[in-house]
């Protein structure tokens, strides 16, 4: 089974600061690994995901992910943020090997504040 | 191009009562499944279909049953809703051929008194 910890439940940033989201994932197999974004009062929606190949992957609205097998990690990033990036945003993994299940993490509440 | 569409928004139950919670998707979207999301919990899988006919059981499946009879249509039906189940409900749906790729409804927002 996979498992998905997000380490903070909460990240307050001022607008245009750079901001880290992490992440880290358990499995006994090899994973695919995703972040999914939820404004408020509205569903998730896909931001990036990592399937094979560079293990940078870069999603929209300017969020970057670096994928680290050693530290079983998949942290989000973005070097300037926005007040419409307010939201919160989710890590989810799946097996490799044909599982339809995606696990997700907890979330995590990031606030831009003026 | 609706997406993945769920109905209602809002509802409010008594301890006991039942309910079915509709999604629909118009995208021929051969898997779809239902997640609860609770404060500082996440999302959880309640039950999944990977076509009509088919489906099984997710993280939290205890309270809830479904059916898959077509393709476009995956509905959660509370049979006794308890206080526990008071959650906001999110049904979401993919392409198969996408790996963890899903599309996801706007929610429906379930209080059981």
């Known amino acids: 089974a996979q498992s998905v910890t997000q380490l903070d439940s909460q990240v307050p940033v001022f607008e245009e600061a750079p901001v880290e989201l992490r992440c880290n994932y358990s499995s006994s197999v090899s994973v695919y690994l995703f972040w999914y974004v939820q404004y408020p009062n509205q569903g998730l929606q896909l931001l990036l995901k990592y399937l094979s190949g560079s293990t940078l992957v870069k999603g929209i609205n300017g969020f970057e992910a670096e994928f680290n097998k050693s530290q079983t990690s998949f942290h989000l990033r973005k070097p300037s943020v926005h007040i419409s990036d307010t939201a919160e945003y989710f890590c989810a993994v799946i097996s490799q090997g044909g599982s339809e299940k995606l696990v997700f993490g907890k979330g995590t509440k990031l606030t831009v504040n003026p | ?113």
């Open chain 2, 1 to 113: 191009n609706a997406g993945v569409t769920q109905t209602p928004k809002f509802q409010v139950l008594k301890t006991g009562q039942s309910m079915t919670l509709q999604c629909a998707q118009d995208m021929n979207h051969e898997y779809m499944s239902w997640y609860r999301q609770d404060p500082g919990m996440g999302l959880r899988l309640i039950h999944y279909s990977v076509g009509a006919g088919i489906t099984d059981q997710g993280e939290v499946p205890n309270g809830y049953n479904v059916s898959r009879s077509t393709t476009e249509d995956f509905p959660l039906r509370l049979l006794s809703a308890a206080p526990s189940q008071t959650s906001v409900y999110f049904c979401a749906s993919k392409d198969r051929r996408l790996t963890g790729e899903l599309f996801f409804g706007e929610g429906s927002r379930l209080t059981v008194l």
